[in-house]
């Protein structure tokens, strides 16, 4: 019955002739080493929820609630970028925020992940997000997935997913920030001066260079799309939805610069891509097709179909065809305390294990974005009952770049266990993409819609959820609201 603590020391030093006094300070004085750590990032997560502090541009709004598992998820949304957050003197670009540890990618930030997670980066901390969006623009992201902090440089291979990415960041930073003026920029380095909104604009309409004669975008192999499935290539309806998004984004920026005719022009090739994408549709299934090269319709029951087309077309989507997205989750994609990224009934379930895209499990950000697609198609009661399970998987703290399913691995503290880092899982320990969990409490539950120059307002959608419950200090274009069930209130 014995009880002891054990203290594990790892001392790191320049010099071996300076290694041993480095150690024995840690020994001398390791108690206080660790409670001064405790109280630093008491101090951290302290500032990142007040209006105005010194260690963050922007701060993050406060939820109070007697809900313990939505108030769990919302702030280790919040923890889950403050983690990410990096002050490091070599790097070149200044504070940054990391995508993966510990094992993966250090230094490199994927644009992806950033925007998936843009909405908590445009709060906390928005100078970072405008220097990132500047960044990027600079470098082509055309070519590479991200970039690293040590050189600046960019890293890896094209993601098809840039663009989306790209608009959704800058709708994020827009809305939020009110920089409209930012728009006008002109951006330079050795080889480009352009503007950041022509960029925008760029971005908005760049799926055409991909446009294949059946009138969608094709975007090429596994390793520009999800990696580990092989058959979600070519013509997929994710991102050709999300193209409307993008075309409707820079239809707004247009009509912001007082370009009528290109913002009627984009908002009229967005109505027209919506059939293209529709034939894509397995009717009755609830989920999509991709179509190849040969011109054949091939089956993917891929939940990034599912998450991208509601949250990006909503309104275009039939009621059938939402009420069979809905019975196609359920029955295929759901689990008590997670999701399965593909489903267990697709062909490509043979191809691999790795959890964060495949059938044993799912990436972070996958979940988060089914419950903002499901509030969106009035499916709040099953996406809040699906929160309460999905709690108990942030027991393990951070939670990690993918999650195995219940039925896969064995859970772990009530919750769908973490991946591990090694082959032939290699997913790491935690990731950036926990932002997107804040999406939930303030955009879905309680209905926030920030506009670029029309003003916020709130329809909040609370079921089940504490009727107590607000929100407070929410940052709005220099302004400061509280959000309660009744809607917005202005501080």
Excluded at 99 to 104: Q, S
Excluded at 385 to 400: C, F, S, V, Y
Excluded at 421 to 444: A, F, K, L, R
Aim: charged share 20%.
């Amino acid at each position: 019955a014995e009880k002891k603590n054990i203290i594990y020391i790892n001392a790191v030093d320049d010099a071996v002739e300076d290694l041993q006094n480095t150690y024995d300070e840690i020994t001398n004085n390791s108690k206080d080493i660790i409670k001064n750590v405790h109280d630093e990032w008491n101090e951290e997560i302290k500032a990142a929820f007040t209006p105005g502090n010194s260690r963050f541009s922007g701060s993050m709004p406060l939820l109070e609630t007697t809900d313990r598992e939505i108030s769990k998820l919302y702030n280790m949304g919040v923890l889950g970028i403050i983690y990410f957050k990096r002050d490091n003197p070599y790097s070149v670009l200044g504070r940054t925020y990391d995508t993966l540890m510990p094992r993966y990618w250090q230094s490199v930030t994927f644009i992806w992940d950033y925007a998936l997670s843009s909405l908590t980066h445009a709060l906390l901390d928005p100078e970072v997000m405008n220097k990132y969006l500047e960044h990027w623009m600079l470098m082509d992201v055309h070519k590479h997935f991200g970039t690293e902090y040590l050189t600046g440089g960019p890293v890896g291979p094209w993601y098809s997913v840039n663009d989306f990415a790209m608009m959704t960041i800058s709708k994020n930073y827009l809305s939020w920030s009110g920089n409209l003026k930012w728009l006008e920029k002109e951006l330079k380095n050795d080889s480009t001066e352009e503007k950041v909104k022509n960029y925008l604009l760029k971005y908005s309409s760049n799926w055409k260079q991909f446009k294949t004669a059946s009138g969608l975008a094709d975007y090429g192999g596994i390793n520009n799309l999800l990696e580990c499935v092989s058959t979600y290539i070519h013509e997929v309806a994710s991102l050709n939805a999300a193209n409307v998004f993008n075309m409707r984004v820079g239809s707004e920026i247009a009509s912001l610069l007082g370009n009528r005719e290109l913002s009627k022009t984009l908002l009229n090739e967005a109505e027209q891509l919506i059939p293209e994408i529709q034939k894509l549709y397995v009717n009755g299934k609830g989920y999509w097709n991709t179509r190849f090269p040969d011109n054949r319709l091939v089956e993917v029951r891929h939940c990034y179909d599912f998450i991208t087309i509601l949250n990006s077309i909503t309104d275009d989507l039939s009621e059938k065809q939402k009420t069979e997205m809905t019975r196609f989750f359920i029955n295929e994609l759901q689990t008590p305390t997670w999701m399965r990224a593909l489903s267990p009934g697709d062909d490509n379930v043979m191809f691999s294990v790795r959890p964060d895209h495949q059938w044993n499990g799912a990436y972070p950000a996958w979940p988060a974005q089914a419950v903002t697609g499901l509030y969106k198609i009035g499916q709040g009661d099953l996406a809040f009952k699906w929160l309460k399970g999905i709690a108990r998987t942030a027991n393990q703290g951070p939670l990690g770049q993918a999650h195995f399913v219940e039925t896969a691995v064995d859970p772990e503290s009530g919750g769908a266990r973490k991946s591990t880092p090694d082959g032939p899982y290699i997913c790491d320990w935690t990731v950036s993409s926990h932002g997107s969990w804040t999406n939930i409490i303030i955009e879905s539950i309680f209905g926030v819609e920030a506009s670029m120059s029309n003003g916020i307002k709130a329809n909040p959608d609370f079921g089940q959820f504490d009727p107590k419950a607000e929100l407070k200090n929410l940052p709005y274009q220099g302004k400061l609201y509280h959000v309660n069930k009744k809607g917005i209130i202005k501080n």
